[in-house]
């Protein structure tokens, strides 16, 4: 058994019996974590408001030998997002986006590029109020960095670069076709404005994208519902949670 130490951020929490409660966190050094916290349910917790979701912390607990269940020894809160996360909207956007981090992440695997962009997204959706194009950077950061990601650069059939002033469409598979090579069945069909967010957001961080994306709700609601598409592909079901913020 062995005591590790490391920042994490609070994802959610559950109740395990009458006192103890299972939470989950995304933590900098090991990935998805899950762990018992003893007694958080009394009012006399140790834990005391450390445990509210979306808390960034400092973590420390305790783990066996292949258990993948550890043992929390103690939280200290860096940041907490009591007050935005008490919004219904910011509350509804993020257990989506907390949802799809316990789907694709695997526990116990550092992934710091994951961490720190849902410390940024977390921070832009605290003082922008463009939730949608904070979730569609989420969503697509998320798929990028699980390899789900369709390189939009080049057309699927002829390979020449995409003409970004042109239509392009998106095709069964997710890829890219040009105006040349589209098949009779597309999924959807994509114009300047959505591939320079989808452009945007692989080069800028969350909070630039949230001013970028300002005069841009359509773009992003037809990126986000191939998100949503491509997301249940990968993931072999839909996604719950996705459809209402719609
Ligand atoms: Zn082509």
């Not at 997002?81 to 219904?88: C, K, Q, V």
């Not at 969503?139 to 650069?153: A, K, V």
């Amino acid at each position: 058994m062995s005591l590790k130490q490391t920042e994490a951020i609070v994802i959610k929490s559950y109740n395990l019996s009458e006192a103890d409660r299972i939470v989950v966190f995304f933590t900098r050094e090991f990935g998805l974590v899950r762990g018992v916290a003893k007694g958080a349910k009394r009012l006399q917790s140790k834990f005391g408001s450390t445990l509210e979701p979306f808390s960034t912390v400092n973590l420390e607990f305790f783990q066996k030998e292949e258990r993948e269940l550890v043992s929390i020894q103690s939280v200290e809160l860096l940041q907490s997002r009591f007050s935005i996360a008490s919004d219904p909207e910011f509350l509804n956007a993020f257990s989506y986006l907390g949802d799809l981090i316990t789907d694709f992440a695997l526990p116990h695997d550092a992934d710091e590029k994951l961490y720190r962009m849902i410390g940024a997204c977390l921070s832009a959706g605290n003082s922008s109020g463009d939730l949608p194009a904070i979730v569609l950077y989420f969503e697509l950061w998320l798929l990028r960095l699980s390899g789900f990601l369709p390189d939009w650069s080049r057309c699927e059939s002829c390979r020449q670069n995409i003409d970004t002033a042109a239509e392009n469409f998106v095709v069964p598979g997710f890829h890219l076709q040009c105006s040349t090579c589209r098949k009779s069945y597309v999924l959807s069909t994509v114009r300047s404005a959505e591939l320079s967010a989808f452009r945007s957001i692989l080069t800028i961080p969350p909070s630039e994208f949230t001013t970028f994306a300002a005069d841009k709700q359509e773009s992003v609601e037809l990126l986000s519902g191939i998100m949503k598409r491509l997301i249940a592909q990968a993931l072999g079901r839909e996604v719950a949670g996705g459809a209402s913020l719609r």
